[in-house]
DNA sequence: CTATTTTTTACTGTATACAAGTTGTATTTT
DNA sequence: AAAATACAACTTGTATACAGTAAAAAATAG
């Protein structure tokens, strides 16, 4: 019975933003409001709203007299997203330090601690919201209304280009992970310990690590493969 | 015949920014669907969406069950602002040097000549519109969707600090306001030649000056009164 | 057979009626 | 008289039916 009537607005937000971050809805999908109002249990009127809603955080794109998109990934979105992630990240990370209360720090460890888990035994859409999660939590510590309409768009596309980039069984990811694991339990340290100059510094650390990662899948080694030869058979 | 049909939504939604960032409608102000869906022509199904999107963009909150509300202006707002606005506001300065088109860089010229004219001939809220629309034009050049939202959420509460402290008939004031005007003139020029470095800077003293202005204003000199002489009859 | 126009179809946008919830008031109880 | 409860008026949330619009299909002209 957890259909529980004036809930089925929040879990259709839920469902559609995970399915967002996760990838499960590509960018630039269409959306069937029948569709989903019938799987939902809603009318078309509370869906409508929820859409222009998640259009407003950053998830949908709207366009009058046309289905609802899932927002765009474009070839420019990399650049004007590492260009922007450093400088917003610092200084969320900054106040996070400044103003973290106890209560917001035990949040970050529950987080981490998911995280951690979702690393030894999760998929990897689980280890994308946990990572999510984390994140999220340092920008509700930050505390300030003007950045973190910014900080908050730039979550949805670091889930995105994470999945996008994301290859399982590969030596180079797993240790990524693991280094970004050591990252976050340093930030909990920093704004544990009130540094906002550590913590500042771990954001840019921890974007250049994403920022290397996603450049060596980018522009990738070329195969050392004689002219002629036949296609390898399935790179691992 | 201006109300053709499908402009009464956009004509809503216009009225609502302007009047929110002129403060006609107060920080914290009671909207009633009733009385804005029988203004406008309109039911309150596309009323309601467009609280929706304008909550997305930092103008109203929603409670569930309660009447939108104008968003919040609160002590800490000051604060927060001015932590935030040179930050980001150097960002898209420099970003917009860097990709300002031609036909953006008419546009601001445009802007800055109807903001002259209402310094010259204007009210209030014509100078605080017209202002607003200058900076607009400025995040629209930077082109980078991970800082817009944060800007434009950042312009709504400029506009309406601007009004705050505005003093009609002040010295300081009308000097101030010039000296922005000097200032939106030379951050013309550094976007059209593609400055960033001077760009950059011209956002920090655009900021300073704003916030110097608004420091006399919280913290006056103290009236030079004698104890127990009668109030002073309007001060100019 | 192609191109253009018309008709159909499906979907988005809006209005209205109704259900659910909140608030203020009046009545009852202590 | 003060507090608590019940009721009434009003506001918000939802469903459904209908209108408007754009894409798709069919039909006609070249």
Redesign the pocket.
Same mark, same amino acid.
């Given at each position: 019975m957890k259909e529980d009537? /004036?809930s089925? /607005?929040a879990d259709l937000r839920e469902h559609l933003k995970v399915s967002i971050l996760t990838l499960r809805l590509c960018p630039g999908a269409?959306?069937?409001?029948?569709h989903l109002?019938d799987a939902f249990?809603?009318?078309? =009127?509370?869906l409508?709203?929820v859409f222009r809603q998640l259009a407003g955080e950053g998830y949908l794109d709207?366009? =009058?007299?046309?289905?609802?998109r899932v927002s765009e990934m474009s070839y420019t979105t990399l650049r004007d997203f590492f260009l922007a992630a450093p400088m917003v990240y610092g200084a969320i990370l900054r106040l996070a330090a400044l103003n973290a209360t106890p209560r917001q720090i035990d949040d970050l460890k529950v987080a981490q601690q998911k995280f951690k888990e979702a690393l030894r035994t999760g998929s990897p859409e689980d280890r994308a919201l946990a990572n999510n999660r984390f994140h999220e939590v340092t920008g509700e510590m930050s505390a300030n209304v003007y950045l973190l309409p910014s900080f908050n768009r730039l979550l949805i596309d670091h889930a995105r280009i994470g999945m996008t980039f994301y290859r399982p069984q590969s030596v180079e990811m797993t240790e990524n992970l693991s280094e970004a694991s050591r990252q976050h339990d340093a930030i909990i340290a920093a704004i544990e310990a009130r540094d906002e100059a550590a913590a500042s510094q771990l954001a840019t650390d921890h974007w250049n690590l994403s920022r290397d990662q996603i450049a060596l899948f980018v522009m990738p080694e070329a195969l050392n493969v004689p002219m002629g030869a036949p296609p390898l058979s399935k790179p691992a």
């Amino acid at each position: 019975m957890k259909e529980d009537g /004036k809930s089925r /607005k929040a879990d259709l937000r839920e469902h559609l933003k995970v399915s967002i971050l996760t990838l499960r809805l590509c960018p630039g999908a269409d959306l069937d409001e029948a569709h989903l109002s019938d799987a939902f249990g809603l009318s078309r =009127t509370p869906l409508r709203e929820v859409f222009r809603q998640l259009a407003g955080e950053g998830y949908l794109d709207l366009r =009058t007299n046309r289905s609802a998109r899932v927002s765009e990934m474009s070839y420019t979105t990399l650049r004007d997203f590492f260009l922007a992630a450093p400088m917003v990240y610092g200084a969320i990370l900054r106040l996070a330090a400044l103003n973290a209360t106890p209560r917001q720090i035990d949040d970050l460890k529950v987080a981490q601690q998911k995280f951690k888990e979702a690393l030894r035994t999760g998929s990897p859409e689980d280890r994308a919201l946990a990572n999510n999660r984390f994140h999220e939590v340092t920008g509700e510590m930050s505390a300030n209304v003007y950045l973190l309409p910014s900080f908050n768009r730039l979550l949805i596309d670091h889930a995105r280009i994470g999945m996008t980039f994301y290859r399982p069984q590969s030596v180079e990811m797993t240790e990524n992970l693991s280094e970004a694991s050591r990252q976050h339990d340093a930030i909990i340290a920093a704004i544990e310990a009130r540094d906002e100059a550590a913590a500042s510094q771990l954001a840019t650390d921890h974007w250049n690590l994403s920022r290397d990662q996603i450049a060596l899948f980018v522009m990738p080694e070329a195969l050392n493969v004689p002219m002629g030869a036949p296609p390898l058979s399935k790179p691992a």
